[in-house]
C-alpha cells in the first residue's frame, strides 16, 4: 500500500507539472506501471490545448491521436539537421513544409505536445519535430515555446535506425535514442519515474524484471529464468498459451501451420474500411480467416457495458453460426463476438468554439480478433498474458527481450524455448548511462514551485511583451525601403513616425513596467490574490491598449499598385502585423479585471486561432456597402438601450478602446452626455484639468490626473469641451 501512495504521488507530481508550468517531462517507468491510464485521464482532464502524437500507426490509434510522421508532414527518411554542413555532402536538410490554414492554427494554438512511446523515437526526427515548431510557431526557444510531455520506458522497443540511415546520422549525434537529440540538450526537461508494477503480483519475478531491465542480471536470477527452459514444449489446445517471436514470419507460420492442422471450415471475414486508415494502423487482418478451434486474441477493450474481453485476452473459438456469429471461450466465460470499430483521427478546429478537437478521417471495422497461438514481440507491446512461451532465439534489438518477458504475470505461467544469456539480454552501455542520470532529474516540491512560480511570471511578461509587434514593423518598414517607388511618402512617413513612437511609449516603457511587476513579485510572489500587482497589471493593460488602438491606421491600410510582388511582399508583412496586434489587443482587453494564467491562454489561443482568418475573410467575404457612420450608430443604438460600454465592446465584439471613440464621436455630435460613462469626480475632475490648463494634450492630462484616469474618458470629455467650444 505505502509503495502504491508513492505511485500516485508521481502521478500527481506529473500531473502538477503539466497543469502548472511549462517544464518538459519524460515520463518513465516500468512496464505496467500505469502511464497508458495517465495519458488517458490527462487528455480527459486538463485545460491546456493538447494534441497526442505517436511513431507508429498502431500506437497512434492505441493512444487516440496521430503519428508524428502524419502531424508534422515529415519524410520517413533521416531528419537531416541544417547546420551549414550538407551541401557539400550532398546530404538534403530537413524540408520546409506548407501546411494547411487548419495545422497551422492548431500548431500555433497548442500549449502540451505529448508523444507516446517515446522510446521509440528517434533523435533526428524529435530534432526535426522542434524545427517545425520553432518556425511554425514563430518563435526559435525549444519546441517553439510548447510545452511537451514525453510518455514510455527506454528499456523496451529502441528506435530503429538501418545501417545506411545511421551512415548519414552518426557525424551529428552521440546515438539514436531521443534523449541525445540537440533540443534536449537545450531544452531544460524533468524526469518521473514509476516504479510500482500493476501488471505482476510475483515478488521474485518483479526483482528479476528490474534486473534484466537494469542489466544487471545476476547468475541466481538468470539461473531461476532458465529453470522454465523447456525446448520440445507442446501446449494442449486449451491451455491458453501464447508465443512471443521476434520476427513476423515465424509468427505467420506457425499461425498458419496450427490453422491448417484444424479441420473445421474455413471462415473469412471481410473488414469494412473508410476514409483514410492506413493500412500499417490495422490492429488485424482486413481479410481476417479463422476457424472453431483456433485459439485467438482480442485485440480492443469490449466497447459494450458487459466488458467481456480485453485487449490481450486470449481464448478459443468454441462455435459459429450465421445468426449468432463467433463464440470465444475465455477462461469459463463464452463470449459472442460481433464486429467493432477503430476510428482514425486528425486533429482539427472546431469553427465554433475555436477549439482543438478530433476529427474522424476514417474507420476500420472487422472481428476484433486476430490468431494468437503466437504473435511478434513487437505487437505485444502494452498487453498482459498469463502463459507465455518465450522463443528469443533471433532477438536483435536492445529491450525486446524485457518486452517479452515482462509481458507475463507471473514465472510460473512462462516456458522458454532457447536459453536466455547475459549477452542476449543487449546490454546498452548508452541506455545504462541515460538511466544512471535519471534520479538527478527528478523534481522536488521545491522545484515545482519555483517552476509554478517563474510560468506564470513567463506569462505574465509575455502579455506585456511588444517584441513581436515591433518586429512586425520593422518588417513591413523593410518591404517599403525595398519598394520605395511604390509608396506615397506620406504612408512612407506615417509608418515610419508610428513606429517611432511604438517604440519609444510601448516597447521601452514595456521594459520598465516589466521591472516594476517583477519588483512587486519579489516581495510577494502571488499572482491571483496580489492586490498591489493586479492594481498595476490593470493600470498597465488600460495604458498599453489604448497605445495599440493608435496603430489600427496601419491595420487599415489599403496599398494600390499593379505591381503584384510588391503588393504581395506588402500584404503578407502588413497580415503577420495584423494578426499579432489583434491576439495583443484581445489579451490585454481580457485583463480587465486583472490577470489570470488559466483565462489567459484560453483567450490568447482562442484569437491566434481567429488571426488566422482575418486577412482571408476580408478577401472571400464580400464587404457589406454601410453608410457612412453605421458602426457609431450602431453603438448610439445599444447605448439608448442601457448597455454600458464593456457590454457594448462584448456584444459587438470589439474592443472597449474602439467603443469609447464612438462615444467620444458621440459626444462631439452632441449625440451623447460625457458625464453618463464615468464616475461624477472623474468627470469633474477632468473637466476643471482641461478648462484651467486649455491644454488639450491627452498625454499631459494623464500625467497630471493619474494612470486611474483611462484615456477614453479622457477623449470622451475632452470632446464634450471642444463641442461647448470652451477650448
Known sequence: MQTQKIENAKLEMVDKFVRDTNMNIFLTGKAGTGKTTFLRNLAKDTYKRLVILAPTGVAAINAGGQTIHSFFQLDFGPQIPDDGRDAARHIQPLQYQKFSAMKLKIIRSLDLLVIDEISMVRADLLDAVDAVLRRVRRNDKP????????????????????????????????????????????????????????????????????????????????????????????????????????????????????????????????????????????????????????????????????????????????????????????????????????????????????????????????????????????????????????????????????????????????????????????????????????PMREPTEEQYEYNKKYYESQMLFELFDFIDIESDLNGINKVIFAHKRSFEPELKEMISSKGQKFYEEVVAVSEKFKRQLGGILKDNFQIDNNLQLQERIKKGRSYFLDKLTELDAIAEIKLETDNKEVKTAFKGALDLFKEDLFVKKACLEAC???????????????????????????????????????????????????????????????????????????????????????????????????????????????????EEYSWGELRIVLNEIKKNNSI
Request: include cysteine; proline fraction near 3%.
Open 143 to 438: 519546441f517553439g515555446g510548447l510545452q511537451v510531455l514525453m510518455i514510455g520506458d527506454i528499456h523496451q522497443l529502441a528506435p530503429v535506425a538501418k545501417a545506411e540511415e545511421w551512415s548519414l546520422l552518426q557525424d551529428y549525434y552521440k546515438s539514436v535514442y531521443f534523449f541525445d537529440s540537440h533540443v534536449l540538450t537545450k531544452a531544460p526537461y524533468c524526469c518521473i519515474e514509476l516504479d510500482h508494477i500493476y501488471r505482476q503480483e510475483d515478488r521474485v519475478f518483479i526483482d528479476i524484471l528490474n534486473k534484466v531491465r537494469n542489466n544487471s542480471l545476476d547468475v541466481e536470477s538468470l539461473r531461476i529464468l532458465n529453470s522454465h527452459y523447456h525446448p520440445d514444449f507442446e501446449p494442449g489446445d486449451n491451455d491458453g498459451y501464447i508465443t512471443l517471436m521476434t520476427h513476423n514470419k515465424q509468427v505467420d507460420e506457425i499461425n498458419e501451420s496450427k490453422l491448417n492442422a484444424l479441420k473445421t471450415r474455413r471462415l473469412t471475414f471481410d473488414a469494412v474500411i473508410t476514409g483514410t486508415f492506413p493500412e500499417m494502423s490495422y490492429p488485424t487482418k482486413s481479410e481476417l480467416e479463422l476457424k472453431v478451434g483456433a485459439q485467438v486474441m482480442f485485440v480492443k477493450n469490449d466497447p459494450s457495458p458487459e466488458k467481456m474481453y480485453f485487449n490481450g485476452r486470449i481464448g478459443q473459438i468454441v462455435a459459429y453460426d450465421e445468426d449468432e456469429g463467433l463464440q470465444v471461450k475465455c477462461d469459463d466465460d463464452i463470449i459472442s463476438v460481433t464486429p467493432v470499430t477503430w476510428r482514425n483521427f486528425e486533429y482539427s478546429i472546431n469553427e465554433e468554439t475555436k477549439e482543438i478537437e478530433e476529427k474522424e478521417v476514417g474507420s476500420f471495422t472487422q472481428i476484433p480478433l486476430k490468431l494468437a497461438w503466437a504473435i511478434t514481440i513487437h505487437k505485444s507491446q502494452g498487453l498482459t498474458f498469463d502463459k507465455v512461451i518465450l522463443d528469443a532465439s533471433l532477438a536483435f534489438a536492445h529491450g525486446q527481450v524485457y518486452v517479452a518477458l515482462s509481458r507475463c504475470t507471473s514465472l510460473e505461467g512462462l516456458v522458454l524455448k532457447t536459453r536466455l544469456s547475459q549477452n542476449g539480454l543487449f546490454n546498452d552501455l548508452t541506455i545504462n548511462q541515460f538511466v544512471r542520470e535519471l
Open 592 to 706: 480587465l479585471s486583472g490577470f489570470e494564467v488559466k483565462r489567459y491562454l484560453a483567450v490568447k489561443n482562442k484569437k491566434i486561432v481567429e488571426a488566422e482568418d482575418i486577412g482571408k475573410k476580408k478577401e472571400k467575404k464580400p464587404k457589406e456597402k454601410r453608410e457612412k457612420g453605421s458602426s457609431v450608430k450602431r453603438t448610439k443604438e445599444l447605448i439608448d438601450e442601457g448597455l454600458t460600454i464593456d457590454e457594448i465592446a462584448e456584444r459587438r465584439g470589439m474592443t472597449r478602446t474602439t467603443i469609447e471613440q464612438h462615444v467620444a464621436e458621440l459626444v462631439l455630435n452632441g449625440e451623447a452626455d460625457a458625464k453618463d460613462f464615468m464616475s461624477k469626480e472623474h468627470y469633474d475632475n477632468i473637466v476643471e484639468y482641461f478648462e484651467d490648463t486649455q491644454d488639450a494634450s491627452l498625454g499631459r492630462a494623464r500625467d497630471v490626473l493619474g
